[in-house]
C-alpha cells in the first residue's frame, strides 16, 4: 500500500481525517502531528516528519497562511514573496529527494473582510509559486478555486478556518488528485 504524506497548516488538519476515511484501504495517510505553520517551519520539519512518519510515495503540501499573515501594525506580510518563493524551493528540494510524487495546493482564501491578510497578497503568493511549481513538472491542486466558488459556504466564522462542508469539499478535491496516483 502506498504512503501519503500531508504536510501543510490548519487547513490540512482540517481535511485530514476525511482524506484518510476516504483513502482507507487505497493508503497508508501520515502527517505530522503539529501545524506545519510558515514555510520556514515547514522547511526546518520536513527532514524529521519524513524519518519519524516513513518515506512518502505520494506527498500533498501546502504553505502560505502564516506566511501571509500580518499582525497589526504589522503592514507587511510575515513572509516577503522573495523569502516565500526561497523557502518553498527548498521545501520542493526535500521532498523530491524521496521521489515520490508531489502535489502542491494553493493557499486558500479569505472572505473580503478578514483580517491578518488579503486575498490580493494571497493570489499574488499563489501566481509565484504556482510558476515553480509548473517549471518542476509539479500538480498543482487549486483549492483556492474551489473554496472561492463558494465563500460563505466553505469559511467558518473566525474568516480564515474551514466550515465542516468547506473540508469535505477540500478533502474530495484532495483525494481526487491523490488517487491519480495509487
Request: proline content about 4%; overall charge negative; some cysteine.
Amino acid at each position: 500500500m502506498k504512503r501519503v504524506l500531508l504536510l501543510g497548516d490548519s487547513i490540512r488538519m482540517g481535511y485530514e481525517p476525511l482524506v484518510r476515511q476516504g483513502l482507507e484501504g487505497l493508503a497508508e495517510v501520515v502527517a505530522p502531528e503539529e501545524n506545519g505553520r510558515f514555510a520556514k517551519h515547514t522547511l526546518w520539519g520536513v527532514n524529521l516528519w519524513m524519518r519519524d512518519l516513513g518515506k512518502p510515495d505520494i506527498i500533498h503540501w501546502n504553505n502560505g497562511l502564516w506566511d501571509l499573515h500580518h499582525e497589526a501594525p504589522m503592514v507587511e506580510a510575515l513572509t516577503s514573496l522573495d523569502e516565500y518563493i526561497g523557502q518553498m524551493k527548498r521545501i520542493l528540494n526535500e521532498l523530491q529527494r524521496t521521489g515520490a510524487n508531489i502535489i502542491f495546493a494553493t493557499t486558500t482564501p479569505i472572505p473580503p473582510d478578514g483580517v491578518g491578510r488579503s486575498n490580493a497578497e494571497i493570489d499574488l503568493y499563489n501566481a509565484a509559486v504556482v510558476e515553480v511549481m509548473d517549471a518542476n513538472g509539479v500538480e498543482v491542486n487549486d483549492l483556492n478555486r474551489l473554496v472561492k466558488e463558494d465563500l460563505a459556504g466553505n469559511i467558518c466564522e473566525d474568516k480564515l478556518h474551514l466550515t465542516e462542508l468547506g473540508n469535505q469539499r477540500c478533502a474530495a478535491q484532495v483525494i481526487e488528485k491523490i488517487k491519480k496516483y495509487l
